[in-house]
């Protein structure tokens, strides 16, 4: 059975930071990219972040530039999302994703399985 399974998020402080894991099971890790995207109450799904399982390239989404930091460890299934310097508009549920051979893209239409999500909440 395959599984994604989110942990790390919480309540913080704008400013503070958090490291949400995505624990895959059930398929090969390094045979697809992973994503994490993100989705606020009234907002459309987001994408992130990503990682291709073509070149190994990181994708962030242009709000998240140069505070997030997307990695992962093959070896124990899973990817994290370090998120530095959050800003009250990070506040939403935060769910990773898995496309097979995926381009790490933040189209979430191409991607297979999801996980629960876990919520992110950021107070000013």
């Known amino acids: 059975e395959v599984q994604l399974v989110e942990s790390g998020g919480g309540l913080v402080q704008a400013g503070g930071s958090l490291r949400l894991s995505c624990k895959a099971s059930g398929f090969t890790f390094g045979d697809y990219s992973i994503a994490w995207f993100r989705q606020a109450p009234g907002k459309e799904r987001e994408g992130v972040s990503a990682?291709?399982?073509?070149?190994?390239?990181?994708y962030y989404s242009d709000s998240v530039k140069g505070r997030f930091t997307f990695s992962r460890d093959i070896a124990e299934n899973t990817a994290y999302l370090q998120m530095n310097r959050l800003r009250p508009e990070d506040t939403a549920i935060y769910y990773c994703?898995?496309?097979?051979?995926?381009?790490?893209?933040?189209?979430?239409?191409?991607?297979?399985?999801w996980g629960q999500g876990t919520q992110v909440t950021v107070k000013s």
């Open positions: 994703a898995a496309e097979r051979y995926g381009l790490g893209t933040s189209e979430a239409n191409e991607y297979d399985y």
């Open positions: 990682i291709s399982t073509v070149d190994g390239k990181t």
